[in-house]
């Protein structure tokens, strides 16, 4: 069975510049996180996706960031314009109660962001 | 707001031989759940152990092993017999037990584990 896929795995831009990540969740996952984790930190949730509904998105930065999981499959989070503080690795996630145990996200390889 | 602490940035073990990566964290919650989760250089995080707050029993997972303290808010994890791949960045999380927007992972900061040959 196939893992968490993001793309890509590293990108570089320059400040002020638009980007866009993609994720495809196990299949049949439901729930669906980004997390983003800077240098030296554990990963920080942005936004979490019960099917296509943002449930929590408290932590995304709302004036830049948006997410979208159109037919609550596969995601899109974008960052516009980026800024020097955005680089970091992007993380998706995703969870099914009927899939590992209690709390058990699986996690995709990331998306490595450098502004410069 | 829950945290979580782990006070080792880095660690170092011998082959074969255990070490003890640290974690503690701070809730006002009876019912949660921890875990240690392990990020390999390059690699996707992956889930090494789980522990329900309400079991008195330690986790294990073959050589994975915690020390969950509840009274003390600790949840070190032991690795015996360490081998080459268990190199990598180890993070302590927290859960609540309720689902809505507790359903959440913390996260700490993590603890770098080198393997020497």
């Known amino acids: 069975e196939a893992g968490v896929v993001q793309s890509p795995r590293y990108k570089i831009i320059e400040k002020k510049q638009p980007v866009a990540f993609w994720c495809n969740p196990i299949?049949?996952?439901?729930?669906l996180y980004w997390y983003r984790q800077n240098l030296g930190q554990g990963p920080e949730l942005l936004i979490r996706?019960?099917?296509?509904?943002?449930?929590?998105d408290s932590q995304l930065p709302k004036d830049r960031f948006s997410a979208e999981r159109l037919k609550g499959v596969d995601s899109t989070l974008k960052i516009q314009p980026a800024e020097l503080g955005d680089s970091a690795v992007y993380l998706c996630?995703?969870?099914?109660?009927?899939?590992?145990?209690?709390?058990?996200?699986?996690f995709g390889e990331g998306s490595r962001l450098t502004v410069l | 707001a829950q945290t979580v602490t782990q006070s080792q940035p880095e660690m170092s073990v011998q082959e074969a031989e255990t070490v003890t990566l640290s974690c503690t964290y701070d809730?006002?919650?009876?019912?949660?759940?921890l875990f240690w989760y392990k990020q390999p250089p390059s690699r996707q995080m992956i889930l090494v152990i789980r522990?329900?707050?309400?079991?008195?029993q330690n986790a294990t997972e073959n050589r994975f092993s915690v020390n969950f303290q509840k009274a003390a808010k600790s949840f070190s994890l032991k690795i015996s017999d360490s081998q080459l791949g268990d190199a990598a960045m180890y993070f302590c999380?927290?859960?609540?037990?309720?689902?809505?927007?507790?359903?959440?992972?913390?996260f700490g900061k993590g603890t770098l584990l080198t393997v020497n040959p």
């Open positions: 809730t006002s919650e009876s019912d949660y759940y």
């Open positions: 999380a927290y859960r609540s037990w309720s689902g809505g927007s507790n359903y959440k992972l913390t």
């Open positions: 996706y019960e099917n296509e509904e943002a449930v929590d």
């Open positions: 996630a995703s969870s099914s109660p009927f899939t590992g145990g209690p709390g058990e996200l699986f």
């Open positions: 299949s049949g996952h439901n729930t």
């Open positions: 522990q329900e707050a309400y079991k008195q």
